[in-house]
């Protein structure tokens, strides 16, 4: 792997190996490129026709492609796994090509997730929560830290988007985590994040001891009460495809397949 030291280098790679007929599954913001190559961790591979970038988390590389000619397979000398995302609308346009391109080079179908959406007016609120359910925004110490560690235990690292420390504390800071009590015991966590008109919904969690409870559905009809604040507001998640409970949870409340699904592919070393 070759490190990127800086963005006229990246700018290069992907003048050279983008083009309309490309597959590709890098739709990354240049903000997010400037940081990771000024933390320097922003690599890439390349053959003759590819290239990868790949972004280093804490314990895996997270990667993004440019493939012109799927007989160039791609191979890598590692010390983590690979993951990487590939976003398509819909079965009917499944990606087989290139999930078999991938295959070949060594990687392995992990999870798949279907996002889901609801508009201002598709949603349905359900009655009151439970008398002894309560949730709050987090703000307390105890309540931040323990959103952190309730997200890494419950949450696959590779397709989760684990927070770190900082984010979790700036999310709190914005009020983009509510926290709930079941007689006054610390249960669940949501975290959301609102971009432009669109809420999403990042990460929900219940505590294993407590589920069954109504916790989940408390928290989902808080975080929709929270944020019904303009008509066109939309409201989005990702969701494990097989996950049913939570497919149902969330039909519930007025939220449809957004015809978008995304399949992640897993190398290990």
């Given at each position: ?6 963005i ?17 599954n ?34 895996f ?60 007016r ?48 700036s ?15 610390l ?7 609102i ?29 929709i ?45």
């Amino acid at each position: 792997m070759n490190l990127i030291k800086d963005i006229e280098l990246l700018n290069e790679i992907i003048q050279k190996y983008f083009s309309k007929n490309t597959f590709t599954n890098n739709y990354l913001l240049s903000s997010a490129y400037s940081q990771y190559i000024a933390d320097k961790k922003l690599y890439f591979v390349n053959t003759a026709s590819n290239a990868i970038i790949l972004v280093e988390k804490a314990d895996f590389y997270r990667l993004y492609y440019y493939i012109n000619n799927q007989n160039e397979l791609v191979t890598f000398i590692i010390d983590r796994p690979l993951t990487m995302e590939i976003l398509y609308r819909g079965e009917a346009q499944r990606p087989y090509e290139v999930l078999s391109f991938w295959e070949k080079c060594g990687f392995r179908q992990h999870l798949t997730r279907d996002m889901m959406t609801a508009s201002y007016r598709q949603l349905i609120l359900p009655p009151e929560n439970a008398s002894n359910i309560h949730i709050k925004y987090a703000e307390m110490e105890k309540e931040i830290i323990y959103s952190k560690e309730l997200i890494e235990t419950t949450f696959d690292k590779y397709t989760g988007d684990v927070l770190t420390s900082q984010e979790v504390y700036s999310f709190a800071e914005n009020k983009n985590i509510i926290c709930a009590y079941l007689e006054e015991k610390l249960c669940g966590i949501l975290q959301f994040e609102i971009k432009k008109n669109v809420v999403w919904l990042g990460h929900i969690a219940v505590a294993p001891q407590f589920r069954g409870f109504g916790i989940a559905n408390a928290l989902v009809k808080s975080y929709i009460s929270m944020n019904m604040k303009q008509p066109d507001t939309r409201y989005q998640l990702w969701v494990i495809q097989d996950n049913t409970k939570a497919t149902t949870l969330y039909n519930k409340f007025g939220f449809v397949y957004g015809n978008k699904t995304s399949a992640s592919m897993l190398k290990e070393y």
